[in-house]
C-alpha cells in the first residue's frame, strides 16, 4: 500500500504528461504571466539581463514540453519557436529539484542529469541566475509545495 506521499507522486505522474496536451498559446499565457509576476523585482533589478535579446530553449524532454524564452524591457516572452541561443534540456523530476533546491545546479549539470547545449557562456549565466533567486519571491504555499514534492523526488533517487 503507498503511503500519501508515494501515492501524490504517483498522481503527479499520471498528471504531467496531459500538460503537453494543453495547446501552446494556454502554455504561454499562463506561463508569461505566472514568471512575470513571480519575477517582477528581480525582472525590475536587471536579473534578467543575460536574457535581454537572447532566447533559450527549456526542454521538459520526458513530457515533450519546450518553451523558448527572452526578455524584453524587463519581461519575459515565451515562443514556441525562436533562434536560441542555448538550450538546458531535463526531465521533469530534476528541473523540481532545481526548483525546490534539494540539488544544486552544478551537480545536475555536472552529472549530465540537466543538459547545457549552445552557448556555454550564456548558459553559465543563465545556471548562476537560477542559483541567485530568492524562493522567498515564491508565495509560501508554492514554495512549501515545491520544498515537498523535491524532498518526495530527492528521497525516491537517493
Given at each position: 500500500?503507498?503511503?500519501?506521499?508515494?501515492?501524490?507522486?504517483?498522481?503527479?505522474?499520471?498528471?504531467?504528461?496531459?500538460?503537453?496536451?494543453?495547446?501552446?498559446?494556454?502554455?504561454?499565457?499562463?506561463?508569461?504571466?505566472?514568471?512575470?509576476?513571480?519575477?517582477?523585482?528581480?525582472?525590475?533589478?536587471?536579473?534578467?539581463?543575460a536574457?535581454?535579446?537572447?532566447?533559450?530553449?527549456?526542454?521538459?524532454?520526458?513530457?515533450?514540453l519546450?518553451?523558448?524564452?527572452?526578455?524584453?524591457?524587463?519581461?519575459?516572452?515565451?515562443?514556441?519557436?525562436?533562434?536560441?541561443?542555448?538550450?538546458?534540456?531535463?526531465?521533469?523530476?530534476?528541473?523540481?529539484?532545481?526548483?525546490?533546491?534539494?540539488?544544486?545546479?552544478?551537480?545536475?549539470?555536472?552529472?549530465?542529469?540537466?543538459?547545457i547545449?549552445?552557448?556555454?557562456?550564456?548558459?553559465?549565466a543563465?545556471?548562476?541566475?537560477?542559483?541567485?533567486?530568492?524562493?522567498?519571491?515564491?508565495?509560501?504555499?508554492?514554495?512549501?509545495?515545491?520544498?515537498?514534492?523535491?524532498?518526495?523526488?530527492?528521497?525516491?533517487?537517493?
Open positions: 500500500m503507498l503511503n500519501p506521499r508515494e501515492h501524490a507522486m504517483k498522481l503527479g505522474e499520471q498528471l504531467l504528461p496531459w500538460l503537453a496536451r494543453t495547446p501552446f498559446a494556454l502554455q504561454r499565457t499562463v506561463l508569461e504571466r505566472s514568471l512575470n509576476r513571480l519575477f517582477a523585482e528581480p525582472l525590475a533589478d536587471d536579473a534578467f539581463e536574457l535581454e535579446g537572447n532566447w533559450m530553449r527549456l526542454e521538459v524532454a520526458d513530457l515533450g519546450a518553451w523558448c524564452l527572452t526578455c524584453e524591457r524587463r519581461a519575459l516572452r515565451i515562443a514556441r519557436q525562436a533562434p536560441v541561443r542555448v538550450s538546458i534540456r531535463g526531465n521533469w523530476r530534476e528541473f523540481l529539484l532545481l526548483a525546490s533546491r534539494q540539488e544544486d545546479p552544478d551537480t545536475l549539470f555536472f552529472r549530465r542529469r540537466l543538459v547545449e549552445g552557448d556555454t557562456e550564456l548558459g553559465l543563465i545556471k548562476n541566475l537560477i542559483d541567485s533567486l530568492d524562493p522567498d519571491l515564491l508565495p509560501p504555499w508554492l514554495w512549501t509545495l515545491l520544498q515537498r514534492a523535491g524532498m518526495q523526488v530527492a528521497q525516491v533517487q537517493a
